[in-house]
């Protein structure tokens, strides 16, 4: 029974990921996510409570995976120094608003609600949080002493694949080059005691 309602919540989850890549968020409606998932809207409304709540599983989703894939790179990679992990992560990021259908107009909820993922903070301090978090576990660095400059160096990134994603003044793979190197600067200034 409860692998059957995953399934189901799974299929939901994947229709409004659809949904929200063809129509963007506002287009999406509970009954459109019920029929591409094949249920009824009744059985929708037994897992979530409506539409945003629909958005907001899609979006934790998106961020487990994100997280979960930074953990497993940063684990295969042989990195110096925690800033060098700046790049994998921009790699990861941008496969997903590339592959993970939806991710491009939802990214991680800031379109719905900026404390979308946790009410008490912002999507982006959840996130860089989270990586700062890998980083430092990962190089043995204090997370106090890489939490700053992780959020300046996310906020920087934010803006710049704006420019490569969302305006698409130009082409996409050189604005993200143009990302990579405007953080790899910024970052390899910040050394700390641990990994200086």
Same mark, same amino acid.
């Given at each position: 029974?409860?692998q059957r309602?995953a399934k #189901?919540?799974?299929k939901?989850?994947?229709a409004?990921a659809?949904?929200v890549g063809e129509?963007g968020?506002?287009?999406?409606?509970t009954t459109?996510i019920?029929? @591409?998932a094949? *249920?009824?809207?009744?059985s =929708?409304?037994?897992?979530?409570p409506d539409? #945003?709540?629909v958005?907001?599983a899609l979006t934790?989703? !998106?961020?487990?995976y994100?997280?979960?894939e930074?953990?497993?790179?940063?684990d295969e %990679?042989d =990195?110096?120094?925690?800033?060098?992990?700046?790049?994998?992560?921009f790699?990861?990021y941008?496969q997903?608003y590339r592959?993970i259908p939806g991710f #491009?107009? +939802?990214r991680f909820?800031?379109?719905v609600? =900026?404390r979308?993922?946790?009410g008490?903070r912002?999507?982006?301090?959840?996130?860089?949080?989270g990586? %700062?978090?890998?980083?430092?576990d @990962?190089f043995? *660095?204090?997370?106090?002493e890489? #939490? +700053?400059? *992780?959020?300046?160096a !996310?906020e920087?990134a934010?803006?710049? =694949?704006?420019?490569?994603f @969302?305006?698409?003044?130009f082409?996409?793979?050189?604005?993200?080059a143009?990302?990579?190197?405007?953080v790899?600067?910024?970052?390899?200034?910040k050394?700390t005691?641990a990994a200086?």
């Amino acid at each position: 029974m409860q692998q059957r309602s995953a399934k #189901r919540v799974e299929k939901m989850l994947e229709a409004c990921a659809e949904l929200v890549g063809e129509l963007g968020y506002d287009g999406v409606t509970t009954t459109l996510i019920a029929e @591409r998932a094949g *249920v009824a809207v009744g059985s =929708l409304y037994q897992f979530f409570p409506d539409k #945003r709540a629909v958005v907001q599983a899609l979006t934790q989703r !998106n961020l487990d995976y994100f997280m979960t894939e930074i953990g497993r790179r940063l684990d295969e %990679a042989d =990195l110096a120094h925690w800033y060098d992990g700046a790049d994998l992560i921009f790699d990861i990021y941008v496969q997903m608003y590339r592959e993970i259908p939806g991710f #491009r107009r +939802l990214r991680f909820g800031d379109v719905v609600d =900026l404390r979308l993922i946790d009410g008490e903070r912002d999507n982006n301090t959840v996130i860089a949080d989270g990586m %700062a978090g890998f980083l430092s576990d @990962r190089f043995d *660095v204090a997370f106090e002493e890489i #939490r +700053l400059p *992780v959020a300046v160096a !996310n906020e920087i990134a934010d803006g710049i =694949l704006n420019l490569a994603f @969302r305006r698409g003044l130009f082409p996409e793979d050189t604005v993200i080059a143009e990302a990579k190197a405007v953080v790899r600067s910024y970052l390899s200034g910040k050394t700390t005691s641990a990994a200086a």
